[in-house]
T-cell receptor
Framework: KQEVTQIPAALSVPEGENLVLNCSFT??????LQWFRQDPGKGLTSLLL?????REQTSGRLNASLDKSSGRSTLYIAASQPGDSATYLC????????????FGKGTHLIIQP | GAGVSQTPSNKVTEKGKYVELRCDPI?????LYWYRQSLGQGPEFLIY????????DSGLPNDRFFAVRPEGSVSTLKIQRTERGDSAVYLC????????????FGQGTRLTVV
């Protein structure tokens, strides 16, 4: 059974810093990995989708990398801003009869002004 | 619509009652998913529709939960004889063809069973 772990569970940094959020998964046979953002009391906003054949994806100040063989992904946020404060969730699609995404518990990020 | 729409946004019901939660996916998306999220946890998969049929309902916790998508667009999640443990945020997502394509989520329905 696929399991996804996100470290750290919470992170607080001053505005302007670059930061890295980590995601690991136990079964490397994935089709893709997706990073989401969730604001309090809200749904999930898709940030980046990385297919298993890709090594990284970039969108603005966000860069996500994927090392499928080692079961790891990182989300890099450059020049953090207070508006980046949210919970960041990592999810993998493993297929093989399990047709849903498997999520981690998220990293709760606070950017201090 | 432009995004996935879920109604109601909040639902409070008494233990033992029946509830229906509605999801309107992005137009043209054939795949639709329901998830449940408890406080401090990531979403957990409930059911996946491809078109009108439930391709995978392995995440439904028990037979009190049922979902339909009769015309391949709007879906309804139905919960019978609600229990306090059913309290959670129910999230709906859609994707263009399946999970090999990007999933887009609605804002969720917060269900509280009192």
């Amino acid at each position: 059974k696929q399991e996804v772990t996100q470290i750290p569970a919470a992170l607080s940094v001053p505005e302007g810093e670059n930061l890295v959020l980590n995601c690991s998964f136990t079964d490397s046979a994935i089709y893709n990995l997706q990073w989401f953002r969730q604001d309090p009391g809200k749904g999930l906003t898709s940030l980046l989708l990385i297919q298993s054949s890709q090594r990284e994806q970039t969108s603005g100040r966000l860069n996500a990398s994927l090392d499928k063989s080692s079961g790891r992904s990182t989300l890099y946020i450059a020049a953090s801003q207070p508006g980046d404060s949210a919970t960041y969730l990592c999810a993998v699609y493993s297929g093989g009869g399990a047709d849903g995404l498997t999520f981690g518990k998220g990293t709760h990020l606070i950017i201090q002004p | 619509g432009a995004g996935v729409s879920q109604t109601p946004s909040n639902k409070v019901t008494e233990k033992g009652k029946y509830v229906e939660l509605r999801c309107d996916p992005i137009s043209g998306h054939t795949a639709l998913y329901w998830y449940r999220q408890s406080l401090g946890q990531g979403p957990e998969f409930l059911i996946y529709f491809q078109g009108t049929g439930a391709a995978d309902d392995s995440g439904l916790p028990n037979d009190r939960f049922f979902a339909v998508r009769p015309e391949g667009s709007v879906s309804t999640l139905k919960i019978q004889r609600t229990e306090r443990g059913d309290s959670a945020v129910y999230l709906c997502a859609s994707s263009r063809t399946g999970l090999n394509t990007e999933a887009f989520f609605g804002q969720g329905t917060r269900l509280t069973v009192v």
